[in-house]
């Protein structure tokens, strides 16, 4: 998932998360370009890319979300996937 940023931000840190949860559906694969510590310029882009891995059958649903130091959202994206359920 690709984020352009519209402000000048620094990243304080990254979750992925599975219906506002952490830990479940959707992870962090830890290959994007988002960086915590990182300071971006207003236009900058960066990626986090995202892990599925279901734990039940049906359509999921998910986002990535990029805040600053003070725990105020930079930027969302939202993801869905579609599971079988476990094998």
């Given amino acids: 998932m690709t984020f ?3 402000t000048a931000e620094t990243v ?3 979750a992925v998360l599975t219906q506002g949860a952490p830990g479940l559906d ?3 694969a830890g290959t994007g370009t988002c960086t915590v510590g990182q300071n971006y310029s207003a236009g900058a882009t960066c990626t ?3 892990a599925f891995a279901p734990r039940f059958a049906g ?3 998910g986002a990535a ?3 600053d130091n003070t725990g105020s959202v930079i930027e969302t994206g939202y993801v ?3 599971g ?3 094998s």
């Fill in 4 to 6: 352009t940023l519209n």
């Fill in 12 to 14: 304080g840190s990254i």
């Fill in 26 to 28: 959707f992870a962090n």
């Fill in 48 to 50: 986090v890319n995202i």
């Fill in 59 to 61: 359509t999921r649903y």
């Fill in 65 to 67: 979300v990029l805040y």
């Fill in 80 to 82: 869905t996937g579609n």
């Fill in 84 to 86: 079988s359920g476990r």
